[in-house]
């Protein structure tokens, strides 16, 4: 599988949005995107005529690097929301939601959703009592995600019992103390507070 090693900041600023990929730096003032907003290049500061089919694409690649999946991956998830009942673009952010990883970072375990992803590659969660180490693993309502109990004297997750649950998504909870969340209930399009024309990446897929 192909990864991403250059500056993640790179990404933000290729899309013209913070895509929050490095967690509490992307809301400080020194974060690269606040001092140069523009496309990465030579001549990322020209102006360029965007066509439809390209503002379909970043659309695409803006998601995909949000929930830092891979094309192959992504196009997956589109292929199985075309097939559920419901709004094939809500489907499809539904099911990007559902990621275990995602779900660790909504829980705010994980800074950022790369970090979240490299807490369960190293297995130290659980979902119904089972050790998980598949970041795409996707939840159902109902599943109780915790801390592996080998875990629980790690350094990083002694700080996180302290912590105060702020944001916290109406269709999760999470109990800091006890190192264990649940899923009250799928996701929604209301739950998706990222800014994404889940439409455009539909038509982009549909031709």
Known sequence: MAVYRDAKCKLCRREGAKLFLKGEKCYMDKCPFNKRPTAPGQHGAGRKKVSEYGLQLREKQKTKRIYGVQEGQFRHYYEVADRMKGITGENMLSLLERRLDNVVFRMGVGASRTQAR????????TVNGKTVNIPSYSVKAGDVIAVKENSRNNKFFEQIKTM????????????????????????????????????????????
């Open 164 to 207: 105060k649950v702020a944001n916290m998504p109406k269709w999760l909870e999470f109990d800091p103390e006890k190192l264990e969340g649940k899923v009250l209930a799928l996701p929604t399009r209301e739950d998706v507070d990222s800014q994404i024309a889940e439409h455009m990446i539909v038509e982009l897929y549909s031709k």
């Open 118 to 125: 490299q807490l369960v590659n190293h297995a130290h969660f």
